[in-house]
């Protein structure tokens, strides 16, 4: 495997993260608005990836590479939680409000698992960067 592989699969794998914590930073934007109906109210969006497999193009075919492609985004399916608030213009006839279906705790662990990844991904750029670097000065 060359080093552009090991760069093109990091990249994908960064794209990735920074995919995640977008959605994360818009569900957190959104954890406490109301809405007049259940289907007007803002529900969290999740990101879907999935491994895109390659096989090396050495002579004995062996090595396989998996880079990260986004499918897309899907709303989550999760109730969204209705709070009987008569005085709130938003309310219904009922008197209900509907507020998004946010879990900040969740978000806020997927952050800091999405940040995690990004920084580890940084670091394998280094990693390479430098073995890259260590190549060099073999022919001096």
Same mark, same amino acid.
């Given at each position: 495997?060359?080093?552009?592989? %090991?760069?093109? %699969?990091?990249?994908?794998?960064?794209?990735?993260?920074?995919?995640?914590?977008?959605?994360?930073?818009?569900?957190?934007?959104?954890?406490? &608005?109301?809405?007049?109906?259940?289907? &007007?109210?803002?529900?969290?969006?999740?990101?879907?990836?999935?491994?895109?497999?390659?096989? *090396?193009? *050495?002579?004995?075919?062996?090595?396989?590479?998996?880079? =990260?492609?986004?499918? *897309?985004?899907?709303?989550?399916?999760?109730? =969204?939680?209705?709070?009987?608030?008569?005085?709130?213009?938003?309310?219904?006839?009922?008197?209900?409000?509907?507020?998004?279906?946010?879990?900040?705790?969740?978000?806020?662990?997927?952050?800091?698992?999405?940040?995690?990844?990004?920084? &580890?991904?940084?670091? =394998?750029? *280094?990693? =390479?960067?430098?073995?890259?670097?260590?190549?060099?000065?073999?022919?001096?």
């Amino acid at each position: 495997m060359s080093f552009n592989h %090991i760069y093109d %699969i990091n990249g994908s794998a960064m794209n990735a993260q920074v995919m995640r914590l977008d959605t994360i930073a818009s569900n957190l934007a959104n954890a406490d &608005t109301a809405a007049p109906s259940a289907d &007007t109210a803002y529900h969290a969006l999740k990101p879907v990836f999935s491994a895109l497999y390659q096989a *090396g193009n *050495g002579e004995d075919n062996s090595s396989v590479a998996a880079s =990260v492609r986004m499918l *897309g985004v899907v709303s989550s399916d999760r109730p =969204v939680e209705q709070r009987y608030e008569p005085n709130n213009p938003l309310a219904d006839q009922d008197g209900y409000v509907f507020y998004s279906n946010v879990n900040s705790l969740e978000e806020m662990a997927d952050m800091m698992s999405a940040s995690r990844s990004y920084q &580890t991904s940084v670091e =394998v750029m *280094g990693k =390479v960067t430098s073995m890259q670097q260590s190549i060099l000065k073999l022919g001096q």
